[in-house]
């Protein structure tokens, strides 16, 4: 790694303190944005206006998602706005910059840079770190909606990617007879070897009945009128997938099944570890960078 | 099992409530004390009061605990006073008392009647199936009382009884490092076993410090000052063993170590699996009673 | 499912046999090139001669490999030769040949036949189903070779593919304590969710010498000279990629470290599980076939 | 412990070596009885004669069985006969003599010296210790014995003690459906915790006929006549309690059923092991002494 290249982490919640806090392990770390936040994070070094910044940057870290209109920095810590443009004149022309879910207005305004620009969010590195929060977001979410342990509850999980791979680790362990169903005949192998039950996508509405949670992590609409009507009154669905989700929230709602639309956990139940993610998939991008 | 013999559940909270539906699969049962409550449960006949009971029950069910001054039934749900004695005259002369946790003065009163008495809060049975919802209940509460994932975290376990060994097999699977610490040479064995490091007792201060979280099981003054003194300020503990416990909870406050007494967990965060397993421990005794 | 088509399951070692039991389940099987095999199969006919074959044949599952000269069908349990044009003209011009390891010379014979031709050794199924015995395997041989138990034994594994999630799973809950070495970080991240250390290929030369027992999975030369020289005499590499496999034999001969090259362990460990693979492959291929 | 202090180590088999082996890390170790074997172990000082022997011993280890007829020592590598009273007069007054399976006339002679005596095969830590190894070579030997997998096998265990709970730990984990049957309902809440289905022992021969596995490790006449009636003839009946056993032997045999007695597993796969699982209970049973 380079001895002390220059970080400056700019604007977001408390993710991008805990990002700064990750970074400031190997970088001199400036963080703008935070003047209403009393928090305190040793070696990193707080500035109220971006003009404090003494240096130009290599490195900008952008909070996720890192614009609501492509013109200032989602900041929700501080109470003057700041422009992106100004922030982007802070960092060297060879510069990396690092965002999160980049609209394609502020990816425009990120193009104009000479800097390099890296959306952190479609890095597979950060998605696969981010299903270990996502999955005890989920399972903490279910302990405290239920008024039954989930052992020996009936568990359904739609899709078998990240997310299912951890929940179901978990699950099995607590002792929840856990049912995985999915399109491709791989996926359901997989789940099997890892101790749960598998059941054909195109199938699975013969045991919907049965279960007393429901995960889908499938962004397409599966839980829809005819699903969510051989649903238990009693059952509980939460669904982990991006909005617009894979359930007829509408009509389960009007059947009285209880439905959580879960976005976001990582950030909301373990933000210290959410604002690590972000800092180390930057890291191994630029560790990466050296390397080869 | 005997053809519909009937069951008297009487006051007691939610879990009473689901006891007695468990109880209704196999008895005919009459549930009195809940005239606040807007529960229903199928095949249960709630009576508003004792004087509705049409006929005498071969087995009584009250609550954890059965009564606050071993006067009146211990009944939250309930505006009006019930007797203990009252509810005693209508259980036949060969019934079977069972309550939880009774007291020396309403043990005399059960004394007095002829019918047996059971103690169900000191079934081992009992105290095994509460581990689960005991378990379940200690990592729900420190998934939400920290910022970071419970992944990777550091967490020790003091004492290796029922419910530890039940938090030792949910947190490694959660890939927690988990760190077991017991007087005995095989319970430190079991834990290895069970994938956990393992520390005698008497040597655990000299790791303590490297703890997230503790979760203490053991019913004496483990987390003493001289300990508490070893252990980070971001520290969680939480501490399950009944009162008094094992903390010195002042002293803790005192050096800002977040902790947590949490005492009967199953009641408070799975009513229903609470309920089921007093239930249960009941259907266990009567049928043992019936094999042999 | 087709009512009742026929199958020729011709040639093979007991895995056709076993595969022609499970295919016997839904169609009509006869099987061929079996005379000195006293193995009884229920429902599969045996016949003496390919002439005694009443019908054409839907589908023809031909061993794994089909040929070892792309003359003759590979039939041990056979005294007489069965020409592979012979067995083609059993077949109907719409059918289906299933062959594993098709060599060229075998292919060219198929393509002269109107027939589909599968390799079933190509398909993710098939190998993922294998991936289980194969990892069983493994573990049986560690297990006889070693004189310890693998009980907290230290085992490296290189590469995070099919086999070695299988052998992590089995050795983690065994208690050995398990690094896994991998060229891609997600394969690193995946392997220490699933509870075991993890090092980047370029760097595990630093911790070789702690292994007691090595299994490696990458089909290149990884277990070269230089890493040789870092292991401990006591240790045991079992090496699971195919020919020529990733040790120099050679020089861990001469160091004095045993090595065992352990190829096509489904069919010498369990003949049973191979051959029901082998039909489940072309079944789900079948199905596959009807559903779209 | 103290300053290295002398332990004489005294026939027996490989296990002796490893268990010599592991004391000399404590101790200064002298070997007798080992002139037909060529083991080599670092540190211990093999001497050919008892007579070589420079200076009286603290502690003796004598092997497990100690003796055959309670006047030699058990010395299965030595040409000549070791005399017990001739080792004993080696042994300081205040020493403390350990063997494994004491015979009351062996008990006898050592009653008559002044040092005590402990019975390690009695020891509750080396039964513990010794479910490990115990329960890997049961595996081994299943995997043997079988031409199918584990994964999805229907595997029985009876009994509920040490190796079961390693063997459910294990087998659990590669995808066997395991069933215990046991006695006491605590048990059968334990393993049904620990993953597993469990079932009376009273209701067992009901689900016998499933199983491709059994493993008794009940010390009773538990798979009599009738109950092996019941099972599949394909099944490996696999018993693991000491002589006589659980299985009706004969009468399986007649029924073509296989069974393996498997007896002391850990001397036979893993000696390594057992060796040094008697050295650390020697060395548990001294820390103990000091400690108090």
């Known amino acids: 790694m380079d001895e002390k290249k220059v970080f400056l982490v700019v604007g977001g919640d408390m993710r991008q303190i805990y990002a700064a806090k990750k970074l400031s392990e190997e970088f001199t770390v400036y963080a703008a944005g935070f003047d209403c936040c009393t928090a305190n994070a040793e ?11 003494p240096q130009k940057a290599d490195y900008i870290l952008y909070p996720l998602p890192v614009s609501e209109n492509g013109i200032f920095v989602n900041a929700p810590f501080c109470e003057n706005k700041i422009l992106l443009t100004d922030t982007l004149s802070l960092l060297k022309d ?13 990816m425009k305004i990120f193009n104009k840079s000479k800097a390099e620009t890296v959306d952190y969010f479609t890095i597979e590195d950060f998605n696969l770190m981010n299903a270990v929060p996502t999955a005890e977001g989920a399972i903490q ?24 791979k951890v929940l179901v680790k978990i699950l099995s362990a607590m002792g929840a007879e856990v049912t995985v169903t999915a399109r491709k005949y791989t996926d359901l192998q997989w789940a099997e070897i890892a101790g749960c039950k598998a059941v054909y996508l195109s199938e699975f509405e013969n045991i919907v009945h049965e279960s007393d949670i429901i995960f889908n992590t499938i962004p397409a609409m599966i839980l829809d009128k005819n699903i969510i009507n051989k ?6 669905i939460i669904d982990l997938a991006s909005k617009p989700g894979g359930v007829d929230f509408e009509y389960a709602k009007k059947t009285g099944i209880k439905t959580i639309h879960a976005l976001a956990l990582p950030g909301k139940i373990a933000p210290v570890t959410a604002g690590e993610i972000i800092a180390c998939t930057a890291l191994n991008i630029l560790q990466r960078k050296e390397d080869f």
């Open 231 to 236: 649903i238990k009154k009693e059952a509980l």
């Open 141 to 164: 979410i279910a302990m405290r909606e239920r008024a039954s342990v989930l052992y020996k509850s009936k568990i359904l999980i739609t899709g078998y990617g990240r997310i299912s």
């Open 94 to 106: 060879d510069g990396i910059i690092f965002g999160g879910k980049i609209d394609p207005s502020t």
């Open 43 to 53: 070696n990193v070094i707080f500035i109220g206006h971006l003009l404090e910044m």
